[in-house]
């Protein structure tokens, strides 16, 4: 029963922290999320492959705080 402005917002104030500090993130190769540095395996889709170049986690946090999508933002695990 999640309001979807709040989760919306959620979204984009976690975005917002990771676009200001994207070495301590990175994306799964699996489903697109953005997961903590520290994490070995997807929470979300359990893929150990992932992408961590800055410009990447950057650009997918952007975009994940603008809209739904089915990619989810695991910034809540550090
Ligand atoms: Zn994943």
Redesign the pocket.
């Known amino acids: 029963m999640a309001d979807p402005n709040d989760s919306l917002s959620e979204r984009a104030r976690r975005a917002d922290k990771i676009v200001r500090n994207p070495s301590k993130y990175k994306i799964?190769?699996?489903?697109?999320?953005i997961?903590a540095q520290k994490v070995s395996i997807?929470?979300?889709?359990?893929?150990y492959r992932f992408e961590g170049d800055r410009e990447s986690v950057v650009a997918q946090a952007r975009a994940l705080g603008q809209r739904h999508a089915q990619?989810v933002i695991l910034s809540d695990l550090e």
């Open positions: 799964c190769a699996g489903c697109d999320s997961v997807c929470p979300n889709c359990h893929s990619s």
